[in-house]
């Protein structure tokens, strides 16, 4: 999947990735996509708990070598 800025979380436990990419989206252009790279377990529902309450849109996630893949679309 496309994607205009990649951030990486690997070893991040929570709330530091959700915080991060907080950060990330806010210094980005609407519509743009994010990309991170989170390896805590907790983020498989925190990330989508982000996406619904900050109105961003989480377009795909998934996994791959042990580590959680989430695609964010900036509203």
Partial sequence: MHFDRDLDVKGL????P????KK????????QVL???AT???SLKDFPAFAKQT?????E????DKVF??????K
């Fill in 13 to 16: 436990n929570c709330p530091l």
């Fill in 18 to 21: 959700i915080l991060r990419t």
């Fill in 24 to 31: 990330a989206l806010a210094e980005m252009d609407s519509g």
């Fill in 35 to 37: 990309r991170v790279q």
């Fill in 40 to 42: 805590d377990p907790g």
């Fill in 55 to 59: 109105g961003n849109e989480l377009v």
């Fill in 61 to 64: 996630q998934g996994e791959e």
């Fill in 69 to 74: 893949l989430f695609f964010l679309k900036r």
